[in-house]
């Protein structure tokens, strides 16, 4: 069995504050916080991930956080340089670097992109000050505008900028006004994401007033969908959109259930063995517990192998999320199974009206079961 593509995240840990609706792994960088030291974990992971990689192609590389842009791009340049040096890099590939807009200074973002990244992902969230200020964030809706000229300028191959809906005290024209304000700009691609109370965030533990119902809530997404839809963006993810040949490469790796190694504090990992079984690890999440294992020349938690029944609702938990779904022949390459072996529970959701056999071999969500993704996820779990 061939192996699926191989993509690189690495991540980069600290913000310079908690956003209180975040679960990432992330940490308050405080003026003590080891960023030289963690780099150098980095370049040694990264040596390790190489010989995982036994020599096949990277073709995304992704660099997220936390707040990858609170590192020089001298930082970025050498990660990037040890990544060339330990492992087999596609000639085309696409390199992404997540960016705060409130850490930018001007010429920082030139910087990256002679560094090597190709792609810039802006995190505005939203163009309203208010809102900004209930997210926590640190930037004003002119750092973004200012950022994305400057991306602009800086001449990256693609630019993304992700906005929030639902947001508290948010209403449709609200969200309308959001949403207008991020196609002044015009960017290739955008990622359009609902606030959710994660566990282990402080609005999940401190709800704030006004957050939308889920009536409202989808009315904001159906509208401002139908907005971005009537200004030439084509939705390919439940959450992104983009103009023609800027999807997210790396992202689509992930959907596809494609492979990738993991570098950093708290990154997990997937790697198909030869016998087409994926196995997934992880790294030790908090910086200095990541930086300490490294130093002591433990690179790696154990590695736990996905079973076949996993595989199938893994798989299906991003196919899913993509609105040309997948292919028979997709989902026989990743998980090793022939059809047969959903073929019931494909029955089953068609004639619910959550998917349909939109051509020979193809499988994709109807409009109402993109709506109840989450039901229609939940129909292949073991």
Same mark, same amino acid.
């Given at each position: 069995?061939?192996?699926?593509?191989?993509?690189?995240?690495?991540?980069?840990?600290?913000?310079?504050?908690?956003?209180? /609706?975040?679960?990432?792994?992330?940490?308050?960088?405080?003026?003590?916080?080891?960023?030289?030291?963690?780099?150098?974990?980095?370049?040694?992971?990264?040596?390790?991930?190489?010989?995982?990689?036994?020599?096949?192609?990277?073709?995304?590389?992704?660099?997220?956080? &936390?707040?990858?842009?609170?590192?020089?791009? %001298?930082?970025?340049?050498?990660?990037?340089?040890?990544?060339?040096?330990?492992?087999?890099?596609?000639?085309?590939?696409? $390199?992404?670097?997540?960016?705060?807009?409130?850490?930018?200074?001007?010429?920082?973002?030139?910087?990256?992109?002679?560094?090597?990244?190709?792609?810039?992902?802006?995190?505005?969230?939203?163009?309203? +000050?208010?809102?900004?200020?209930?997210?926590?964030?640190?930037?004003?809706?002119? %750092?973004?505008?200012?950022?994305?000229?400057?991306?602009? +300028?800086?001449?990256?191959?693609? $630019?993304?900028?992700?906005?929030?809906?639902?947001?508290?005290?948010?209403?449709?024209?609200?969200?309308?006004?959001?949403?207008?304000?991020?196609?002044?700009?015009?960017?290739?691609?955008?990622?359009?994401?609902?606030?959710?109370?994660?566990?282990?965030?402080?609005?999940?533990?401190?709800?704030?007033?006004?957050?939308?119902?889920?009536?409202?809530?989808?009315?904001?997404?159906?509208?401002?969908?139908?907005?971005?839809?009537?200004? &030439?963006?084509?939705?390919?993810?439940?959450?992104?959109?983009?103009?023609?040949?800027?999807?997210?490469?790396?992202?689509?790796?992930?959907?596809?259930?494609?492979?990738?190694?993991?570098?950093? +504090?708290?990154?997990?990992?997937?790697?198909?063995?030869?016998?087409?079984?994926?196995?997934?690890?992880?790294?030790?999440?908090?910086?200095?517990?990541?930086?300490?294992?490294?130093?002591?020349?433990? /690179?790696?938690?154990?590695?736990?192998?996905?079973?076949?029944?996993?595989?199938?609702?893994?798989?299906?938990?991003?196919?899913?999320? =993509?609105? %040309?779904?997948?292919?028979?022949?997709?989902?026989?390459?990743?998980?090793?199974?022939?059809?047969?072996? $959903? %073929?019931?529970?494909?029955?089953?959701?068609?004639?619910?009206?959550?998917?349909?056999?939109?051509?020979?071999?193809?499988?994709?969500?109807?409009?109402?079961?993109?709506?109840? =993704?989450?039901?229609?996820?939940?129909?292949?779990?073991?």
């Amino acid at each position: 069995m061939s192996q699926p593509p191989l993509s690189l995240y690495i991540h980069f840990p600290w913000c310079i504050r908690k956003c209180p /609706y975040c679960d990432f792994n992330s940490h308050k960088a405080g003026d003590d916080a080891p960023r030289g030291r963690y780099v150098d974990a980095l370049l040694s992971d990264l040596d390790f991930e190489g010989t995982r990689a036994a020599g096949r192609q990277v073709g995304t590389i992704f660099l997220g956080g &936390g707040t990858p842009s609170l590192f020089t791009a %001298d930082e970025i340049s050498a990660v990037l340089n040890s990544v060339d040096s330990n492992l087999t890099v596609s000639p085309d590939c696409e $390199i992404t670097l997540e960016a705060n807009p409130g850490t930018i200074e001007h010429g920082s973002l030139a910087a990256y992109r002679q560094a090597g990244v190709t792609r810039l992902s802006l995190g505005a969230q939203s163009f309203s +000050a208010s809102q900004l200020q209930v997210l926590g964030r640190i930037h004003s809706p002119d %750092d973004v505008r200012r950022a994305y000229e400057e991306a602009c +300028a800086a001449e990256f191959d693609s $630019i993304n900028i992700d906005l929030m809906f639902a947001l508290p005290g948010q209403d449709l024209a609200g969200a309308r006004k959001d949403v207008a304000s991020l196609l002044e700009l015009a960017p290739p691609h955008i990622s359009y994401y609902q606030l959710t109370l994660d566990p282990n965030t402080v609005f999940y533990k401190r709800p704030p007033p006004g957050i939308p119902d889920d009536g409202l809530a989808w009315t904001i997404q159906e509208q401002c969908h139908e907005m971005f839809r009537d200004a &030439g963006y084509l939705q390919y993810e439940i959450s992104a959109f983009s103009r023609e040949g800027h999807q997210c490469l790396h992202n689509l790796n992930y959907w596809k259930f494609g492979d990738y190694l993991a570098v950093g +504090a708290g990154a997990h990992g997937k790697l198909t063995d030869a016998e087409g079984s994926p196995w997934r690890y992880q790294k030790p999440a908090h910086p200095l517990t990541y930086i300490e294992t490294i130093d002591q020349g433990d /690179y790696v938690d154990a590695a736990i192998r996905v079973n076949k029944e996993d595989s199938v609702f893994e798989f299906m938990l991003n196919a899913l999320r =993509l609105s %040309d779904g997948f292919s028979e022949q997709e989902f026989t390459a990743r998980t090793g199974l022939q059809m047969e072996a $959903i %073929d019931a529970l494909l029955l089953t959701a068609q004639q619910d009206g959550l998917i349909e056999h939109c051509a020979a071999g193809q499988w994709r969500p109807t409009g109402t079961g993109f709506r109840f =993704l989450n039901d229609l996820q939940a129909r292949f779990l073991p």
